[in-house]
């Protein structure tokens, strides 16, 4: 905290605009209602209602994770995570959202972006045992859109990851992936995005 208080005092000017990765969508609503087939979402969504309050796992690794992976504003995460939480203060908010959750800054005080698919989110809680989706699965019905879009992640931002040398073994796993499979997943994350647009729509 000593060390994120002082990062924010010189750099939060530039916080208020960081956008390295480009993300410019709309943070879902079921970052307020809870309303989502993803059980890990819905929970730790649902128990921030009730208490305001999430451990440091949920914060990065589910809501975090997810906002990033989806491309949302870092802008726009930031100002949820200051108007959810109970403990928010801009000093310790803003360098763990911006910097350190959606890596907007591209590494000012991070050395890589936190991201996973749902096996990383299986490993770290029992959410995955009720919920609709698979974890291991990237495409079709019931494919967690954690891991169909954190393949997309690596996709989308390839040549950047690639320049990191924490995240190259990441990158070079995208070789494992047919150019089918690859399709297919750019395919279904492209429909998840529509279906979270439709929703807001309605």
Known sequence: REFMHHAYVDFWHEWEHDNGLDANERLPDFYWNGETRMACVSRVVQKLQRSGHAHHIERLMVLG?????????????????????????PWVV???????????????????????????VSRMGDDCSNCFYDPKLSVGERACPFTTLYWDFLMRHEETLARNPRMVMQVRNLKRLSPETKTAIRNQAKQLKIGVSEKRAK
């Not at 994770?65 to 109970?86: M, R």
């Open 65 to 89: 994770n997810f906002a990033l992976l989806f491309g949302v504003n870092p802008q726009a995460v930031d100002s949820w995570f200051l108007e959810t939480f109970i403990d928010a203060l």
């Open 94 to 120: 803003t360098p763990n959202v911006v910097a350190m959750s959606q890596f907007a800054d591209l590494g000012r005080i991070t050395s890589k972006p936190y991201i996973s698919g749902g096996a990383y």
